[in-house]
């Protein structure tokens, strides 16, 4: 899932009314392109909440200020006011008694340039997504503000066939998001598509890579007359996001009320430490702030990745937040640092950058970023992707001499792509040939979903052929980054064998997957997982292979610490158990698994609206996580 959203930020609060007619119309349009919605004068127009390439030009009401100096009216009564649905007498909307919705991987961007320069952001951002395409595929929406109207359009697709030079005339706004989202089995939701949006107060609308773990909590207290409140938040879908975006919405508006007088930005920072000693679990977000900027922050365990990027021009520096650093090469931006765990970055309308710290914090990020979801040209909390990589070959070269089993090779065959660093190391270090003899067809694509297991095993034949003239009498050590369900690999084993080889040995550069992730990756119920209750020689046997060899967590969690000592403890979870943020155990676990996990089932009162359809995916690697 692709989306993008460019805005000059205006003066002016933004309109409900119109907000929630944009989302309905485009939801209509969802395949047929541009729909367009007349605004009210003076007002700046909202987006629609859903998966999207969205764009507001409202140069011509832009002002700088001072950081520090709160517009006259810009909080005023009527951005600050009650919610419009508890005024009509709704308090709170159906909920489908889940704690949580199903997790997704996903990839942001947002990029602030200066005024004056050449063009808008659209055209940075679309080439910062493709950077990011690996983090998700699905569809997207554009939308545009010329003052008088808003346009959107939306789309299924990778981020070439969604951003065309149509949508793109669009976006003129020299401020923007983009999303990438990982699509999911039974589809996705067009209302629950991000960027998400809020018209009080003040106007905001988020993006968000991760996933919260007391959802369901912050729901109830948002929507159910709690604690002496006076009103609710109306929340329209059954995402964490927009949960998310309200708790922090609401904080701002109980801020102001509480402190009238204070500044926007210190009003800001001060709800943004509210919204993080509430949410639990793991979010790295961007946001665009009417009258405000562009403001990033990070959950207090650093769990999702978020990396700041800097580019000076002749009107000014200019800045980008995105899931990986990769994205900003195309773009001519420099790394700078990652985001801290705890930390809420601004960048003012006049390009000002203001940090501050939000949280009591230590940086635990997920392990699996960098054996699975980052691309090997990205730097992770100051770890080189690719160096990790390698240094996961080495220790699984290391383990293999010590079992005497290096005798008995005869090659190393990396399974494409995400395996070949490791590989590429391990080849080296046993002093055996390194080939490639799996060759992946990447113009055939294939609906991510399959919905029985002969085309599923028809995918995989499809999608990698194995070379008989590397095969053939050959005792082969094949090398993946990951085994998860096993169903690609077990097809994978048997091609080689047609192929010839003589042995099939198998090397996994992670160890056993055995528990979910909660932090914003969709994979299977624990009774899925391939080494769910087996041992590594079982699990082996299920996949037909001679002989199995996981990397141990222990050998993994030290690669960590050698790239970057200052990293305490790393998130483990799914291979260890042990969910660094404390809140997780086998009740929720078996909630999560009934509600949205491996079958992903969906319980009565759920979201009915029209689901985005499946799209054609080319990652070889993706298929072990979705299958």
Known sequence: MASLFTHALAPTHIHDDLARASVTA???????????????????RAAAASIQLGGMNMTKYTRSRPVAKLREGALNSKSWGLNRWTRRGITSPPTSGARRRVARMCGIIGIFKQEGGPGGTASELYEGLLMLQHRGQDSAE???DDGERFRERKDAGLVKDVFDKEAMDFLQGNIGIGHVRYPTAGGLSAQEAQPFFVSSPLGIYLIHNGNLTNTQDLREELTGYKDGKTFVRYLRTQSDSEVLLNVFADAIGRFHELQPNTDTVDTIFGACMTTMSKCQGAYSCITLINNVGMFAFRDPHGIRPLVLGRRPTVNGVEWCFAS?????????????????????????????????????AELNPCIFEYIYLARPDSVLN?????EFQLSLGRKLAERIVSLGMDNDIDMVVPVPDGSRPAAI???????????????????????????DQKLRELSVRRKLNAMKTVFEGKRVLLVDDSIVRGTTMTQIVSMVRQAG???VYLASASPPVKFPNVYGVDMPSRKEFIAYNLTEEEVGEVLGADSLIYQSVEDLIQVGKEHNPKIASFDASCFDGTYVTGD?????LAVLEATGRGKRAKKKGSDKSPAVKPLVDDSAEAEELSL
């Open 382 to 386: 100051d770890i080189s992707v690719y």
């Open 584 to 588: 997780i155990d086998e009740e929720y």
């Open 142 to 144: 554009d939308g545009d």
């Open 324 to 360: 990986e650093d990769c994205a900003f090469g195309p773009i001519g931006f420099e790394r700078v640092r990652d985001v801290k765990p705890g930390e809420a970055v601004l960048i003012t309308e006049a390009g000002e950058l203001v940090s501050r710290q939000c949280a009591v």
């Open 26 to 44: 485009s939801t209509s349009a969802r395949s047929v392109g541009m729909t367009t919605a007349r605004a009210p004068p003076c007002s700046s």
């Open 425 to 451: 190391e391990m080849a080296a270090a046993l002093n055996k040939p390194y080939r490639e003899g799996l060759v992946k067809n990447r113009y055939v694509g294939r609906t991510f979903i399959m919905p």
């Open 501 to 503: 080889a003589a042995k």
